[in-house]
């Protein structure tokens, strides 16, 4: 079993191009989530990254509200936060018991996290017109984890219904799919 730290270390490789690649002018275009545009859905982002900073480290987190942190230098900030993120799961003990308010084990509590920065780069880069390829081993990894969670996600709205995707869809797509987002979403046309 790979470790988390090394499958962070993969996915946020793979995001941190595209965070690095958004325009500002492009904040307030629309995201494959729907109830959120660029700039606030970097924001859910950053959120995420920093509360499962604490996570690994079995410390309370606050996931109330969402800070803007979209100002200043906030791709180096991205840069920094997914950095630390890596670190903590890589620290003694991170993967080990259980973690956070809902008592899950912390292994599935990193994969969370795995799938998250996975999904929302896709999320990202497809609101603006950039490529992305997700780190193979994070979609191999978060793709079963997400399904064993969805049931509890969708009740939590933290994910949409399952979209229908076709035969041979890939690992990634069913990934998408299963989050409720149309692996074939574009930006409306202007």
């Known amino acids: 079993m790979q470790k988390m730290s090394e499958l962070l270390a993969a996915a946020r490789a793979q995001a941190l191009p595209v965070v690095a690649g958004i325009d500002d002018e492009r904040l307030g275009d629309p995201t494959p989530c729907s109830e959120y545009d660029v700039r606030a859905l970097l924001n859910h982002l950053f959120h995420v990254v920093v509360n499962f900073q604490a996570l690994a480290a079995k410390q309370p987190t606050d996931?109330?509200?969402?800070p803007d942190v979209v100002t200043g230098d906030w791709r180096g900030a991205f840069a920094r936060e997914t950095g630390q993120l890596v670190t903590a799961w890589d620290a003694s003990g991170a993967e080990d018991g259980v973690a956070g308010a809902m008592g899950l084990p912390a292994r599935t509590v990193g994969l969370m996290v795995l799938g998250d920065l996975t999904v929302?780069?896709?999320d990202l880069a497809r609101a603006t017109g950039q490529d992305f390829?997700?780190?193979?081993?994070a979609v191999d990894e978060a793709g079963p984890a997400f399904a064993a969670l969805a049931p509890q996600a969708r009740e939590g709205k933290m994910f949409g219904e399952p979209v229908p995707v076709p035969a041979g869809a890939s690992a990634f797509e069913q990934l998408l799919a299963l989050t409720g987002r149309d692996p074939g979403w574009r930006p409306p046309r202007v």
């Open 63 to 66: 996931f109330g509200l969402t």
């Open 120 to 122: 929302h780069a896709w």
């Open 133 to 137: 390829l997700p780190a193979g081993a």
